[in-house]
């Protein structure tokens, strides 16, 4: 199935199970393209929450770290990552280090923050052999999809993220804040909400509570928009869960998710929240020099496991305040 465009000079294939895919033909000059195309894909993005720009052949991170300014206003530095990534350029990054072997579910990125992306930019240079898409889901169709008692629940508690930071699991405090230096540390966390206690052996803990359903910034629909599920102890594999509090005990996990009054969240929910999202996934494997643009607000996105050599660049850009997405849930520290 085809239909027009906003730009009538792109072909919008819509295919259930996938997401929206434009086929490119450029003559090499893809800067040129996403120049003259800027408009037309963000009004693509607008209507279906994301797409995947397939042909301009994109092979190396200048060019590519290019495109992503010329599709956007500027690109944004981030701050409180949940894991380690390559910086290519300002704003420009590599996807989260992650085992290849090990998802990473479900997730809208960076939602624990009081400012978080309005739209995410991703280039594949270098397609695994098998796996690895970067998969979405139609947000406000997950909320829609899950139980109402839960929901309601969560719109009235909100969800509560704990950090537990160390120099060997996670992003550490240079990574995830930008600094090492306690004071900058303090101030930022009492700037966002954030409640912190430093540890005996000179770790850092966090807690902060968010809400958990949004209104999106322009159409104002609900948005089912969290990290619930990624970041809880019962999404990770088994082995790695028991390794983890084995070494680090169960207050020690590098980043766990609770309900917001600090109730734990049972291995039951977490399965429910990952299953409405494999029902509602869009997926299509990449392809070396594919451009995708998703709605950070109204769509969810994953990594899948792969196999293989797998490069796939990152920009985030739009800022959207929480202030400003009707949050169902007083920010607090936790």
């Not at 390794?243 to 429910?272: C, H, M, S």
Request: glycine share 8%.
């Amino acid at each position: 199935m085809s239909s027009s465009s906003p730009a009538s000079l792109l072909d919008l294939e819509l295919q259930p199970g996938r997401p929206p895919i434009l086929r490119v033909e450029t003559t090499g000059d893809a800067l040129s393209w996403a120049a003259k195309h800027r408009d037309a894909l963000r009004a693509v993005v607008a209507e279906h929450g994301s797409v995947l720009a397939r042909g301009l052949g994109l092979h190396d991170a200048a060019e590519t770290g290019a495109v992503f300014q010329r599709l956007t206003t500027g690109l944004l530095t981030e701050k409180e990552a949940f894991a380690p990534r390559r910086t290519y350029a300002e704003g420009v990054y590599s996807s989260s280090q992650w085992p290849p072997n090990q998802p990473m579910c479900m997730h809208h990125e960076l939602s624990y923050r009081l400012e978080f992306p309005g739209l995410m930019l991703f280039a594949c240079l270098s397609a695994p052999t098998e796996g690895g898409a970067t998969a979405v889901a139609d947000s406000p169709t997950v909320l829609d999809a899950l139980p109402t008692e839960l929901t309601q629940r969560f719109e009235q508690e909100g969800w509560l993220l704990t950090r537990s930071y160390n120099d060997e699991i996670g992003a550490s405090l240079a990574e995830s804040f930008g600094t090492e230096d306690r004071g900058a540390v303090e101030s930022y966390c009492r700037a966002n909400s954030i409640e912190f206690e430093w540890q005996p052996d000179g770790g850092l803990r966090t807690r902060q509570r968010r809400s958990a359903v949004v209104r999106h910034p322009v159409t104002g629909r609900r948005c089912w928009f969290n990290q619930i599920a990624f970041l809880n102890e019962w999404t990770l594999a088994p082995e790695v869960r028991e390794y983890l509090i084995d070494e680090y005990g169960a207050d020690g996990l590098p980043f766990n998710t609770r309900f917001g009054k600090g109730d734990p969240i049972g291995e039951d929910v977490v399965q429910l929240l990952n299953k409405v999202y494999d029902d509602n996934t869009s997926r299509e494997p990449w392809q070396a020099g594919d451009l995708m643009l998703v709605d950070n607000v109204r769509t969810a996105h994953s990594r899948e496991p792969f196999e293989g050599p797998r490069e796939v660049l990152v920009a985030m850009a739009d800022a959207v305040h929480l202030a400003d997405c009707s949050p169902t849930d007083e920010v607090t520290a936790g």
